[in-house]
């Protein structure tokens, strides 16, 4: 089985920002770094760390109120039977 790692470079959140989302990550385990230049360099190794970083990235990069709208959408999501 081939092992894919998946390499990304975040520059587009204000580097306070980036700082928290990289302790985050950190915590969570997923390799990430902060470079000299102010990026933030990601590996994202399986679709779990896929989410949890989009997951993360939702929270520093939306309003109060989308977030709170995102959170009702999915408190009403119906899940069929057995799903």
């Not at 081939?2 to 928290?20: A, F, H, K, Q, Y």
């Amino acid at each position: 089985m081939l092992d894919l790692v998946l390499t990304d470079r975040i520059d587009s959140l204000p580097v306070g920002e980036r700082w928290n989302v990289l302790f985050r990550l950190q915590e969570l385990s997923i390799c990430s770094e902060c470079r000299a230049d102010g990026s933030l360099d990601v590996q994202v190794k399986n679709s779990c760390e896929a989410i949890l970083l989009c997951m993360i990235l939702a929270r520093v990069t939306t309003t109060h109120a989308e977030h709170l709208e995102w959170l009702e959408r999915c408190w009403n999501l119906s899940v069929p039977p057995g799903g």
